[in-house]
């Protein structure tokens, strides 16, 4: 496959699971409240969370504005990596999932996360920032120790 269509198929699903995790967003905020198990630690359950990471308190301005910069960085490293498909996987799931994270934050104040996985809730921009960090570390060259 050729470098122009891995990186046009990279940069269209990264698009479809954003778009994905805004309408599971939706749903799971005005349509699914109620939390449905398939197993007693695993299923959909609706979860509004104010805080950052690992329910970390901040204030919802404040965690904007240190996620604006961010998200540049990633669109610069995302730009830069544009012929090298492993690392532009890497920046557009980091890329996808951020973006997601963000207009939850811009739009209901809060993020919704909504997979209830063990004890856990998140969502699916939560999983692309963590398989695009996984994917990177994976994907750095290491030195070869003479």
């Known amino acids: 496959m050729s470098p122009k269509k891995a990186r046009l198929i990279i ?3 990264s698009g ?4 994905t995790d805004q309408i599971l967003k939706f749903q799971a905020f005005y349509h699914w409240t109620t939390t449905k198990l398939i197993f007693p630690y695993f299923g959909w359950q609706l979860f509004l969370n104010k805080g950052v990471a690992f329910g970390l308190p901040l204030s919802n301005i404040f965690t904007i504005l240190i996620t604006l910069p961010m ?3 990633i669109t610069y490293l995302f730009y830069k990596n544009l012929n090298t498909p492993k690392l532009l996987l890497a920046w557009s799931m980091l890329l996808a999932g951020s ?3 963000l207009l939850d934050r811009i739009i209901y104040h809060q993020v919704i996360d909504y997979f209830l ?5 998140i969502n699916l921009g939560d999983v692309l920032i963590v398989g ?3 994917i990177y570390l994976f ?4 030195k070869k120790v003479e």
């Open 11 to 13: 940069i269209i699903f």
């Open 16 to 19: 479809l699971f954003l778009l």
């Open 71 to 73: 998200i540049g960085l």
């Open 99 to 101: 973006i997601s994270n």
């Open 117 to 121: 996985i063990g004890t856990a809730i």
């Open 132 to 134: 695009g960090l996984v």
């Open 139 to 142: 994907g750095l060259k290491t």
